[in-house]
């Protein structure tokens, strides 16, 4: 019976991890995150807000060395894949690292946090964004998400 409540009681810490997590999308090339959190979101499509910020946790594994991490962001739309020019300053993935710094050793566990910034020319579309990072030599992580672009 004692068993019996155990498992009750851990069922129901566990439901909401597993019911809550965001479902995203691996790409052609490049490992997805062993953890991604993004604020505001816990399933797709996220709405993102235009004009804002969207603010972020990531965990990966490194699949290999490398001295660099580049952001890189395409957003798909109606068929259409457009290159997000990210500004320089959240382009540098490297400085987005918490618990590490560059260069990255392979099989490295990273976490990076932070903000990047949502500018579209239009609001309320469905679009399927691309996050990619880029190594010295390939993608490293990169993953896919359904969103919305709502009005800021």
Do not use: W
Request: proline letters at 6%; hydrophobic letters at 45%; aromatic letters at 6%.
């Amino acid at each position: 019976m004692v068993q019996m409540k155990f498992l009750l009681i851990a069922v129901c810490f566990l439901i909401p991890d597993v019911m809550g997590e965001l479902a995203i999308q691996k790409c052609k090339s490049g490992v997805l995150p062993t953890k991604l959190i993004i604020d505001g979101c816990s399933q797709a499509p996220c709405a993102i807000a235009n004009g804002h910020n969207l603010k972020f946790h990531a965990e990966f594994v490194a699949p290999h060395a490398t001295r660099t991490l580049t952001a890189i962001v395409i957003a798909r739309v109606a068929g259409f894949a457009i290159h997000y020019e990210l500004p320089e300053e959240h382009r540098d993935g490297c400085k987005k690292l918490t618990n590490a710094k560059c260069p990255l050793a392979p099989n490295q566990r990273i976490e990076a946090s932070g903000e990047v910034p949502v500018e579209s020319p239009i609001s309320n579309v469905m679009v399927n964004v691309e996050f990619q990072l880029h190594s010295d030599t390939a993608i490293a992580v990169c993953f896919r998400i359904d969103a919305k672009v709502v009005k800021g």
